[in-house]
């Protein structure tokens, strides 16, 4: 298994700021990901972290508005840039080794005002 | 890419009541299926996987789950609810052969009232 941090754990942000999530794996995984929850909804894949590359972008969300970085096998931000109150959500962080099974972040609950 | 469908968006039942949340996917060759558990302010938890083998599969905090080819679902059931077990349940499914990347249905939300 692997143990994944979140940070911070919940935002309250104005909108047209930016705010950026850390996410860290206590041990090398293969991949990355992030994804979105809204209320009351499922998860929607943002992109995929790639190690030393631009990240892998779902239909619907672009690297201006969500930059990625990975600068190695534990560690990934997600930015969240020019926010409105569109992009309240949980933010998820997870990776996976080599058995399809995911690991999952806590969560960043962002508000935007 | 897969598609999953969870019929029931809620569930409730009463404290030590059996309980089965439905899950079906999209048809496929060959496919990998996850239950995962989200409690109030927490991440998912993986509750159990199907990858090949037993159809039946067990996994924590006393569920189970059942692969049937033939209907493309993968049910989760437990035979007796505590009120611990109240929260967001999400089936996910992800090609054999294909990505790390599953695709996850709607979520169910388990209550359980004492």
Redesign the interface.
Known sequence: SAV?SQKPSRDICQRGTSLTIQCQVDSQV??M?WYRQQPG???T?IA?ANQGSEATYESGFVIDKFPISRPNLTFSTLTVSNMSPEDSSIY?C?A?RD?????????T?LTVL | AQSVTQLDSQVPVFEEAPVELRCNYSSSVSV?L?W?VQYP??????LL?Y?SGSTLVKGINGFEAEFNKSQTSFHLRKPSVHISDTAEY?CAA?S?GGS???T????TSLIVHP
């Open positions: 994944i293969t991949m990901f909804q499922s998860l894949l995929t998820l997870s996976a058995s399809y099974e995911q690991f999952f972040g806590p969560g609950r | 990998y996850f995962y302010n927490q991440g998912l938890q993986l996987k990858l999400f992800s054999s790390y990347i599953p996850f249905g709607r979520g």
